[in-house]
């Protein structure tokens, strides 16, 4: 039996790893810059519907305020699950990076992902802000519905009118001058 040569232990394949390296890290930038992007989205989305609905109270009857109160609650829920997803897409392109720079290894280095996954760097500030961010906007948006929903026979925002200011009377008599 004729063996073949292993034709990827060259310099190609370390370009072909290096260029799929370049690629997946784009990919996960891109993903990374589309989490944001949503998480902007939702909030400025969740912020424009109460907006409108503080600012014009009487347009909504007991049906309309209850789709218009749920909108911005659904808006979370799927941003938060949009965001999830992402993140296991993200971290997919990290166990590529990850394998490749097994590959790769040159003596005494570490790459990217290897440095991340080290003992020392375990830090998982970024997951930890973004599941607390997309909590608290879940609660706060169920929140603020439900305490609409709830109270729907009362306007959303009470306008008082302002009273009449008081002045002080004016004089109606001349003053006295002093004759000599």
Not at 136 to 141: D, K, N, P, V
Request: proline share 4%; aromatic share 12%.
């Amino acid at each position: 039996m004729q063996t073949v040569p292993n034709k990827w232990a060259t310099a190609d394949a370390h370009n072909f790893y290096l260029e799929q390296l370049k690629i997946v890290r784009a990919e996960a930038d891109k993903l990374s810059d589309e989490t944001r992007v949503i998480e902007r989205y939702v909030v400025g989305g969740c912020g424009a519907i109460y907006t409108f609905v503080v600012a014009n109270p009487k347009f909504f009857d007991g049906h309309s305020r209850f789709w218009i109160c749920l909108i911005p609650l659904l808006l979370v829920v799927w941003g938060g699950l949009r965001s999830v997803a992402l993140f296991f897409r993200i971290r997919q392109c990290g166990r590529y990076v990850r394998g490749a720079e097994k590959i790769l290894q040159i003596e005494g280095w570490k790459g990217w992902e290897h440095w991340l996954n080290s003992p020392e760097e375990n830090e998982h500030y970024i997951l930890i802000s973004a599941i607390l961010i997309w909590f608290l906007l879940l609660i706060g948006t169920a929140f603020i519905s439900i305490n609409r929903l709830c109270n729907w026979n009362q306007p959303v925002i009470t306008v008082t009118q302002p009273t009449a200011v008081q002045t002080a009377p004016q004089r109606t008599t001349k003053p006295q001058t002093k004759s000599a």
